[in-house]
């Protein structure tokens, strides 16, 4: 099993910038695809960014093309998404998720094929 913590979040104005970390811990890290999901209230929660095991392939929501980037240190057990030009719409509670599957853009933006979640790291854009 893996456990999953991000961290990062925070307060920031639109056009800002946070990097969000998500940290693994138990597993073979490198074994697992891992996905950023965000929820904010009232919406159900969406796809935001996948990268598959080597940090090879990546997927983006397309609300978030040329803004986010994701990546990955498999040495430090960590993926990061990078959030550029923030817009107050990307206000959430931002969750990564891991699964020990294949990136597939067919199938990795759902979230009930993931078996692993972390808590959440909240980010409020405002104004």
């Known amino acids: 099993q893996v456990q999953l913590v991000e961290s990062g979040g925070g307060l920031v104005q639109a056009g800002g910038s946070l990097t969000l970390s998500c940290a693994a811990s138990?597993?073979?890290?490198?074994?697992?695809?891992v996905a950023w999901f965000r929820q904010a209230p009232g919406r159900e929660r969406e796809f935001v960014s996948g990268i598959n095991r080597n940090g090879a392939t990546t997927l983006l929501a397309d609300s978030v093309k040329g803004r986010f980037t994701i990546s990955r240190d498999n040495a430090k057990r960590t993926v990061y998404l990078q959030m550029k030009s923030l817009r107050p719409e990307d206000t959430a509670v931002y969750y990564c998720?891991?699964?020990?599957?294949?990136?597939?853009?067919?199938?990795?933006?759902?979230?009930?094929?993931?078996?692993?979640w972390g808590q959440g790291t909240q980010v409020t854009v405002s104004s």
């Open positions: 138990g597993g073979l890290f490198s074994n697992y695809v």
């Open positions: 998720a891991a699964d020990r599957g294949i990136l597939r853009r067919s199938s990795s933006q759902r979230g009930d094929i993931y078996d692993y």
